[in-house]
């Protein structure tokens, strides 16, 4: 009788323990579905960069060096509510370390700048305003702090309390965050904290400690959830949505050219409605967001070449239904089998070229004069479309084929592979597709390699 007393005690104990574990994992698994169920978002690219022409600007510029005449969030709002965009993610801080809010820890922020910004909060003017439009809102937020030293090799407890600080200054003076996208942590480029130094589940547990909901996104590289709550498949470097992608994620391509403005981009020719929708279309039949970058001018304006394509864009789209419940996630290219005609050592394996990870790339052998790689998908799969990367540029001339009918059949040639390389082709249908590498100035390091059809 003392013993079932004693395991019935012990039941209850434990109980709540696990009624409460599993309702936390419920309500992620909820904010998750709710957030592909957004579907499409606004990236806005505005800070310092903007004003130097730098995409990654120098971290000492003179706060006074950011002067928007004109800026107006409601605009911005407005053009994104055109789009039919439901969320949108702004860079409060890049690279750098300019802040676009008065933070407590550091002078270089928008406080410090001309005297009539002075208690200008451009944080708190897009929150208003995109709140306002009926639009979720996020925020970008780059850990690797140039400014400060918060980088790789020079992390300690001041340097990751900076950091919670301003993450807490953002998390309680704006209202509800749909999600904050981090970069620069954990990251291919650059020079941010790594997970040993800055452990995921540090700044993972500090942000949901003030705001439970909001979902964190980590630029991490890697299709791995054990870094971020939503995988960011980084557009312009090759990585892409897989064609079987289960994975909770979100794509991030941009409008424009590059992420910030530069001068003459009001008169850039623009992504294409017909890119975007196809582009949206893919992601969000894939359990992906689609999260399209439009950067403001040096006024703090939309251009009005963005503002009309945002509202063409709006006039052509029609988002899908909305998720019902999250699929079983499972790892991509599952079963797609990798051969190449050499690999340089285990490290550039060619199984590296399907993995969606931007860490791991193949590498053919010194000497090796057939340069090849070949993906077989086990059974015939239709693609219309081809994204590849490598890892710094090499590729001088290369050809991509598929194996139809006992022979290889040409799809795409090209010069160059770069960052990101994306064409389309006519839609075809085979079990194996193959990338050759024709010229080369030395070994290139190919990251990924992805078919998929639009």
């Given at each position: 009788?003392?013993?079932?007393?004693?395991?019935?005690?012990?039941?209850?104990?434990?109980?709540?323990i696990?009624?409460?574990?599993?309702?936390e994992?419920?309500?992620?698994n909820?904010?998750?579905?709710?957030?592909?169920?957004?579907?499409?978002?606004?990236?806005?690219?505005?800070?310092m960069?903007?004003?130097?022409a730098?995409?990654w600007?120098?971290?000492?510029?003179?706060?006074?060096?950011?002067?928007?005449?004109?800026?107006?969030?409601?605009?911005?709002?407005?053009?994104?509510?055109?789009?039919?965009?439901?969320?949108?993610?702004f860079?409060?801080?890049?690279?750098?370390?300019?802040?676009?809010?008065?933070?407590?820890?550091?002078?270089y922020?928008?406080?410090?700048?001309?005297?009539?910004?002075?208690?200008?909060?451009?944080?708190?003017?897009?929150?208003?305003?995109?709140?306002?439009?009926?639009?979720?809102?996020?925020?970008?937020?780059?850990?690797?702090?140039?400014?400060?030293?918060?980088?790789?090799?020079?992390?300690?407890?001041?340097?990751?309390?900076?950091?919670?600080?301003?993450?807490t200054?953002?998390?309680t003076?704006y209202?509800?965050?749909?999600?904050?996208v981090?970069?620069?942590?954990?990251?291919?480029?650059?020079?941010?904290?790594?997970?040993?130094?800055l452990?995921?589940?540090?700044?993972?547990?500090?942000?949901?400690s003030?705001?439970?909901n909001?979902?964190?996104?980590?630029?991490?590289c890697?299709?791995?959830?054990?870094?971020?709550?939503i995988?960011?498949?980084?557009?312009?470097?090759?990585?892409?949505?897989?064609?079987?992608?289960t994975i909770?994620?979100?794509?991030?391509?941009?409008?424009?050219?590059?992420?910030?403005?530069?001068?003459?981009?009001?008169?850039?020719?623009?992504?294409?409605?017909?890119?975007?929708?196809?582009?949206?279309?893919?992601?969000?039949s894939?359990?992906?967001?689609?999260?399209?970058?439009?950067a403001?001018?040096?006024?703090?304006?939309?251009?009005?070449?963005?503002?009309?394509?945002?509202?063409?864009?709006?006039?052509?789209?029609?988002?899908?239904?909305?998720?019902?419940?999250?699929?079983?996630?499972?790892?991509?290219?599952?079963?797609?089998?990798?051969?190449?005609?050499?690999?340089?050592?285990?490290?550039?394996?060619?199984?590296?070229?399907?993995?969606?990870?931007?860490?791991?790339?193949?590498?053919?052998?010194?000497?090796?004069?057939?340069?090849?790689?070949?993906?077989?998908?086990?059974?015939?799969?239709?693609?219309?479309?081809v994204?590849?990367?490598?890892?710094?540029?090499?590729?001088?001339?290369?050809?991509?084929?598929?194996?139809?009918?006992?022979?290889?059949?040409?799809?795409?040639?090209?010069?160059?592979?770069?960052?990101?390389?994306n064409?389309?082709?006519?839609?075809?249908?085979?079990?194996?597709?193959?990338?050759?590498?024709?010229?080369?100035?030395?070994?290139?390091?190919?990251?990924?390699?992805?078919?998929?059809?639009?």
């Amino acid at each position: 009788m003392k013993r079932n007393y004693i395991l019935l005690i012990s039941l209850i104990l434990v109980l709540p323990i696990y009624v409460l574990g599993q309702k936390e994992e419920n309500n992620s698994n909820d904010n998750v579905l709710n957030f592909l169920n957004l579907k499409f978002g606004m990236f806005i690219h505005y800070n310092m960069g903007t004003y130097q022409a730098e995409q990654w600007a120098y971290p000492f510029h003179d706060p006074k060096d950011f002067r928007p005449s004109q800026l107006d969030c409601n605009q911005w709002a407005q053009a994104a509510k055109s789009s039919g965009m439901q969320y949108a993610v702004f860079t409060t801080k890049h690279h750098d370390g300019f802040c676009l809010w008065d933070t407590k820890v550091t002078n270089y922020d928008i406080a410090s700048a001309d005297k009539k910004y002075k208690n200008l909060d451009i944080v708190k003017e897009y929150t208003g305003a995109f709140r306002n439009a009926g639009i979720k809102v996020g925020l970008y937020f780059s850990v690797w702090d140039r400014h400060h030293g918060i980088q790789h090799g020079n992390m300690n407890q001041i340097n990751i309390n900076f950091t919670k600080e301003q993450l807490t200054e953002l998390l309680t003076n704006y209202g509800d965050i749909a999600c904050i996208v981090i970069d620069g942590w954990g990251s291919k480029w650059g020079d941010g904290p790594d997970f040993e130094e800055l452990p995921y589940k540090t700044l993972a547990e500090h942000i949901h400690s003030i705001q439970p909901n909001c979902l964190v996104i980590n630029h991490s590289c890697r299709p791995d959830l054990n870094y971020t709550q939503i995988v960011h498949y980084e557009a312009t470097h090759g990585q892409h949505c897989p064609f079987d992608n289960t994975i909770p994620s979100q794509q991030g391509p941009t409008l424009q050219s590059t992420w910030f403005w530069e001068k003459g981009y009001e008169n850039q020719e623009l992504k294409s409605v017909d890119e975007v929708i196809k582009e949206l279309n893919f992601a969000n039949s894939h359990y992906s967001n689609y999260l399209l970058n439009a950067a403001p001018n040096d006024k703090g304006l939309m251009d009005e070449n963005v503002l009309v394509r945002l509202k063409e864009i709006g006039d052509a789209i029609t988002l899908s239904a909305p998720l019902k419940k999250l699929p079983e996630i499972k790892p991509v290219h599952l079963g797609v089998e990798v051969m190449a005609s050499s690999s340089s050592g285990k490290e550039f394996g060619a199984n590296n070229i399907i993995d969606a990870d931007l860490f791991t790339r193949w590498q053919y052998a010194e000497g090796d004069e057939e340069r090849w790689i070949e993906l077989d998908f086990k059974s015939p799969k239709t693609f219309n479309r081809v994204i590849c990367g490598e890892w710094k540029r090499a590729v001088q001339a290369f050809k991509i084929e598929a194996f139809i009918n006992g022979e290889w059949k040409l799809l795409v040639t090209g010069e160059k592979i770069g960052h990101n390389f994306n064409a389309s082709f006519e839609t075809i249908s085979a079990q194996k597709y193959r990338l050759t590498i024709l010229k080369a100035s030395k070994l290139p390091y190919i990251a990924e390699l992805t078919f998929v059809k639009y």
